[in-house]
């Protein structure tokens, strides 16, 4: 995950290697979370069989599709902006056909589609193996919708497109939607509950990634440690399961094992983790396995009792405190990120200040903060008055962001004079003379390039560092490679 400490969206327009036979051109622009980048590789391959190449110039496109976000006001605000340059280009170009995937679908389906008349082609998360037809409606003159919530859809049987690909980190999604029910959240609604993907066609996968060259994957999930296959079907079914079924589950700890052990030369990372789903057996694979990646993004969301029982986060601050104490006990050398958010629903003075002491028993090496916003749909924003000062909201975000600032000040300088396995990403954006690349712990590293590439594994020794980025010199090559 990038590291951010402000309200800032990332929009990508995404591109792959065309196909000659394929003569019509998709445009595909991601917002949000990792899981919605990931969709859209889903959707370019089913898409890919359907002729469409996907182009970078908004202009040439016959289709354009917007994959959203509807985790905060601000995320919708920029779609929404976004389909209004769209739809200049489509005056210019009427046989332009525009579509908006993801979870805003689900959520302003009618809106787009008859009142605003925006869009020409609505597509919920799950509906994406119906794109042929809803793009052959479209092209027959017809609006498209179908954002039906499935069951059993996992996408594990689509070979994504690697969009934007540096050759060398990949997502892997291994399971889809979410049944904790969190106040402030849209997921369940849009996402639908949880399932998770067959172990062996993530393996095949990770295989295949490996075979042309990938040196690392995140597997990516609303809620990764709530992985649970035993054969198909819903997490919340498993009561039902046979006794066989039981006998013979995968559980998240058991799929980090086995990946770990399928490519142990390559790099594992997972995001998004739940505390009230974390097991101690996952932090247990995490330290068996060297190519496990140090590092647990650990959304946290308030310090405050009160406030977590109002988000309907099912742990205590002790509880997490305890799972944090497990967690550096077992793997010293782990980093924590943190999701916050300021200005919930009641919150008062005394709970903000109970989210900035867990800050300082954590000290989080960095972390993704936001002030409240309602989402209309979500149980906060249906039972609860969004009544905290915008004021106030701004001002203890504020504070969590100076306070995360001298946190991940304090991580980066205790890294200093140490030497680091660093796999090099890409080029550094402030030198063309340096490499970028990240430690197992997820701190960006820039480092002279030398004569090393992308792709390589390197061994950094660490002289200086900001807040966010490790600065250190290449020793030599490490022996992953």
């Known amino acids: 995950m990038e590291k951010v400490i402000d309200e800032k969206q990332q929009?990508?327009?995404?591109?792959?290697?065309?196909?000659?036979?394929?003569?019509?051109?998709?445009?595909?622009?991601?917002?949000?979370?990792?899981?919605?980048?990931?969709?859209?590789?889903?959707?370019?391959?089913?898409?890919?069989?359907?002729?469409?190449?996907?182009?970078?110039?908004?202009?040439?496109?016959?289709?354009?599709?917007?994959?959203?976000?509807?985790?905060?006001?601000?995320?919708?605000?920029?779609?929404?902006?976004?389909?209004?340059?769209y739809n200049a280009v489509k005056r210019i170009n009427p046989k332009m056909k525009v579509g908006v995937l993801g979870c805003m679908a689900e959520r302003l389906k009618s809106k787009f589609l008859e009142e605003e008349k925006i869009v020409d082609l609505v597509v919920g998360p799950d509906a994406y193996k119906d794109l042929p037809n809803l793009v052959s409606e479209v092209e027959e003159g017809r609006n498209a919708v179908n954002v039906i919530l499935s069951k059993e859809e996992t996408y594990g049987d689509i070979s994504p497109v690697r969009l934007q690909s540096n050759g060398v980190t990949a997502f892997v999604s291994i399971t889809r939607g979410c049944d904790n029910m969190c106040t402030f959240c849209v997921v369940p609604f849009t996402r639908g509950r949880e399932r998770s993907r067959n172990p062996q066609s993530i393996l095949e996968e990770v295989n295949d990634l490996a075979a042309k060259g990938f040196k690392e994957i995140t597997l990516l999930g609303q809620n990764v440690d709530s992985y649970l296959w035993y054969g198909g079907g819903l997490k919340k079914d498993f009561e039902k399961a046979t006794e066989m079924q039981k006998a013979t589950a995968v559980n998240f700890a058991n799929l980090l094992d086995m990946v770990a052990k399928a490519q142990p030369k390559m790099r594992i990372r997972f995001s998004t983790s739940?505390?009230?789903?974390?097991?101690?057996?996952?932090?247990?694979?995490?330290?068996?396995?060297?190519?496990?990646?140090?590092?647990?993004?650990?959304?946290?969301?308030?310090?405050?009792?009160?406030?977590?029982?109002?988000?309907?986060?099912?742990?205590?601050?002790?509880?997490?405190?305890?799972?944090?104490?497990?967690?550096?006990?077992i793997i010293p050398d782990c980093a924590i990120s943190q999701d916050m958010i300021a200005g919930f629903p009641t919150e008062t003075e005394e709970d903000?200040?109970?989210?900035?002491?867990?800050?300082?028993?954590?000290?989080?090496?960095?972390?993704?903060?936001?002030?409240?916003?309602?989402?209309?749909?979500?149980?906060?924003?249906?039972?609860?008055?969004?009544?905290?000062?915008?004021?106030?909201?701004?001002?203890?975000?504020?504070?969590i962001i100076q306070l995360q600032q001298k946190h991940s000040l304090y991580r980066t300088?205790?890294?200093?004079?140490?030497?680091?396995?660093?796999?090099?990403?890409?080029?550094?954006?402030?030198?063309?003379?340096?490499?970028?690349?990240?430690?197992?712990?997820?701190?960006?590293?820039?480092?002279?390039?030398?004569?090393?590439?992308?792709?390589?594994?390197?061994?950094?020794?660490?002289?200086?560092?900001?807040?966010?980025?490790?600065i250190g010199e290449a020793i030599g090559y490490s022996d992953n490679n």
């Open 11 to 85: 929009g990508n327009s995404l591109v792959t290697t065309p196909k000659p036979e394929n003569s019509r051109k998709l445009f595909i622009e991601s917002y949000g979370c990792q899981m919605n980048f990931s969709d859209s590789e889903i959707v370019a391959s089913i898409l890919a069989k359907e002729g469409f190449n996907t182009t970078q110039n908004l202009e040439d496109a016959d289709l354009v599709l917007v994959n959203t976000c509807s985790i905060r006001e601000k995320a919708e605000q920029t779609v929404r902006k976004r389909l209004e340059k």
């Open 274 to 329: 739940n505390p009230q789903d974390m097991t101690l057996d996952v932090i247990e694979a995490m330290a068996k396995h060297q190519n496990i990646c140090k590092y647990i993004h650990l959304p946290v969301q308030s310090g405050s009792d009160r406030i977590l029982k109002k988000m309907n986060r099912l742990h205590t601050r002790q509880e997490y405190f305890e799972l944090i104490d497990n967690i550096k006990k």
């Open 352 to 399: 903000h200040q109970d989210t900035l002491s867990l800050m300082e028993y954590v000290k989080y090496d960095f972390g993704f903060m936001f002030a409240y916003s309602e989402r209309p749909g979500t149980m906060a924003g249906r039972k609860f008055e969004n009544d905290v000062l915008e004021a106030d909201k701004k001002r203890r975000l504020q504070e």
């Open 413 to 470: 300088e205790q890294q200093v004079g140490k030497t680091q396995e660093i796999l090099i990403e890409k080029e550094s954006k402030k030198s063309d003379q340096h490499w970028s690349g990240r430690n197992s712990q997820n701190t960006m590293v820039v480092f002279p390039k030398e004569n090393y590439k992308i792709g390589d594994f390197v061994m950094v020794k660490i002289t200086d560092c900001t807040s966010a980025t490790l």
